[in-house]
């Protein structure tokens, strides 16, 4: 099978290798579409220590059974893997906290990932899908939508707040503001691109198109400010975004475009305006299954950019680094 292989640090190549053998408790899926994310390019870029060589690359897929060695799972269902491969017996996987599974291994980092035309994943890492989930939202669900889902789960939203949205035009952007109305928020998108905000405005309550947004967030809210930031950029808004919360507000801190920045946290600020700072990763199998039931109502639509056949991953690739996309990019297996 044709798979993206990483062989050493920044080096990958689309190779033939051989199918993967499943053993008791494991299911082999046909993939049918994958994504790239922000995070591929930094693990490429050498930013993941635990990165095995060679490791197929890609945590974001959806595909079909084609065979099971697990009572859960059977030949036809449709499936989509969790970002990470659970062992099931750890104290937080049963809680239910399978995303911070003390032995849990990474797909694409150091199990093998999902840029490939078949995958072996643990079934204690999959979840069915819906049919009344399309492909192209399924396959954002368990990285994106579902992480998201996470976020605001443990920010503990309550409908009719208001959440701001950060670099609203990015593939977790415009799926985040998506989300976040589907949960009856009122949504502000953020973006420095006038010519996407055209776009964002079809799902948005309202857009913000500047760098230095804290004090139209606060026109908008009567000068109290948000009750939830989703930061999906990283430092260079994450100052704006504390500014732009009320007193008692939640910032959800999901991106990290400049990993070698360091940001100047200023504790009497976050002491005196009682904001909670909640650092996200990842999804549990159980937040999955609900984004899922959630994303069948229609109520998010998925806003590919481009879907690129596996054997030009290298164009998908330089196509992510394009600061003009909206949305996610895709590979076509």
Do not use: W
């Not at 939508?145 to 208001?162: P, Q, S, V």
């Not at 309202?206 to 804290?214: G, L, P, R």
């Not at 959800?252 to 100047?264: L, Q, R, S």
């Not at 054997?311 to 076509?332: P, Q």
């Amino acid at each position: 099978m044709k798979a993206v292989v990483v062989y050493e640090k920044g080096k990958y190549e689309v190779r033939d290798i051989p199918l993967p053998k499943i053993s008791d408790g494991e299911v082999l899926i046909k993939i049918n579409y994958a994504a790239l994310c922000y995070r591929d390019l930094l693990q490429l870029a050498g930013y993941y220590p635990r990165m095995k060589y060679p490791v197929v690359l890609g945590h974001e897929a959806v595909g079909i059974v084609v065979e099971s060695r697990d009572a859960r799972f059977k030949p036809g269902d449709r499936v989509v893997p969790l970002l990470h491969e659970p062992d099931g017996t750890c104290e937080f996987c049963l809680r239910g906290l399978d995303a911070y599974c003390v032995n849990a291994g990474s797909y694409g980092e150091n199990l093998d990932g999902f840029f490939a035309e078949y995958a072996r994943v643990s079934a204690n890492a999959l979840v069915k899908v819906p049919n009344n989930v399309p492909d192209e939202l399924a396959v954002l669900t368990p990285c994106v939508l579902a992480m998201i889902y996470k976020g605001l789960k443990r920010a503990i939203l309550m409908r009719g707040e208001t959440v701001v949205v950060t670099g609203a035009s990015g593939g977790v952007g415009i799926h985040a503001v998506q989300l976040a109305r589907a949960m009856g928020a009122q949504v502000i998108a953020v973006t420095r691109s006038e010519d996407k905000a055209s776009f964002i405005r079809r799902f948005a309550d309202d857009v913000v198109v500047a760098s230095k947004f804290s004090n139209a967030i606060k026109s908008l809210t009567d000068g109290v400010g948000a009750d939830v930031v989703i930061e999906a950029v990283g430092t260079p808004t994450l100052d704006e975004s504390l500014r732009s919360l009320r007193t008692g507000g939640r910032a959800i801190i999901i991106g990290n475009v400049n990993p070698d920045e360091t940001y100047a946290l200023r504790l009497g600020y976050i002491i005196m305006k009682d904001v909670s700072i909640i650092g996200n990763v990842r999804s549990n199998r159980s937040d999955v299954a609900e984004t899922l039931r959630l994303l069948g109502s229609g109520l998010v639509r998925p806003v590919i950019a481009a879907t690129y056949p596996l054997d030009r991953f290298s164009d998908a690739l330089e196509f992510m680094r394009n600061s003009s996309r909206i949305g996610k990019v895709l590979i076509k297996t």
